[in-house]
């Protein structure tokens, strides 16, 4: 195991893959259809993300950090089941 | 699959002029067997674990039905980020109906190294 591990990754990249590992987690425990929406949208936010944001952007990933995190505990709530996104930039919405 | 049995038949008969060097046939066997440990390490986990483990890396990074994905496939080779790793993981922990401490989960790098955790995590399950 020892001699096969991976790229060594920053304090700040850990936060993010941990972050999104707990919304991936947060998104099981809402029922199917709900589950698969979710999934998608934070999939496409954080890949997006990492495609968009300089890797050395620090102080705005440490932004995004702090909001993901609220968001999470948001979702976390039981009242919520679903998620919704709205892409006002361009013409079609992303999601309903 | 020919590529194991290749090496190991290979390594056998290297062991064998070692031990019987009178017979003056020590010649190029020996290239081999670098990669026979690697494959042995691989052999560790069940072969349907590890066709299990392909299936789901497919689906999750969404790869054509054709693409060749086998033990030594590296996540990173197949085009998947850091990110679609955990996706991969997530996946796995859901299929084998295991839990992933993230620590183990970032030294994931190949196919058969998710094939080699599972089995691990099987078995301390199971004891």
């Known amino acids: 195991m020892g001699a096969s591990s991976g790229p060594r990754l920053s304090g700040i990249q850990k936060q993010v893959l941990s972050l999104y590992r707990e919304f991936l987690r947060v998104a099981r425990s809402k029922s199917g259809e709900d589950h698969r929406q979710i999934e998608s949208i934070v999939s496409a936010e954080f890949h997006r993300n990492s495609n968009e944001i300089d890797r050395k952007n620090f102080i705005y990933i440490e932004y995004l950090l702090r909001r993901g995190k609220k968001q999470l505990e948001q979702l976390k709530s039981p009242d919520i089941v679903g998620l919704s996104s709205l892409n006002v930039g361009s013409s079609q919405p992303k999601k309903t | ?127």
């Open chain 2, 1 to 127: 699959m020919a590529a194991t049995t290749g090496a190991s038949t290979a390594r056998a008969s290297s062991l064998k002029l070692a031990a019987l060097p009178n017979q003056g046939r020590s010649t190029l066997s020996f290239r081999l067997c670098p990669q026979t440990a690697r494959l042995r390490v691989s052999c560790a986990a069940k072969p349907e674990t590890v066709e299990k483990v392909c299936q789901i890396v497919k689906k999750q990074l969404a790869l054509p039905d054709d693409t060749a994905v086998t033990g030594e496939s590296k996540f990173a080779a197949l085009g998947a980020d850091s990110l679609d790793t955990v996706e991969i993981v997530m996946g796995l922990e859901e299929e084998f109906g295991i839990s992933v401490e993230e620590d183990s989960a970032q030294s994931i790098l190949t196919v058969q190294d998710a094939a080699d955790l599972i089995e691990k995590l099987k078995e301390k399950d199971d004891a």
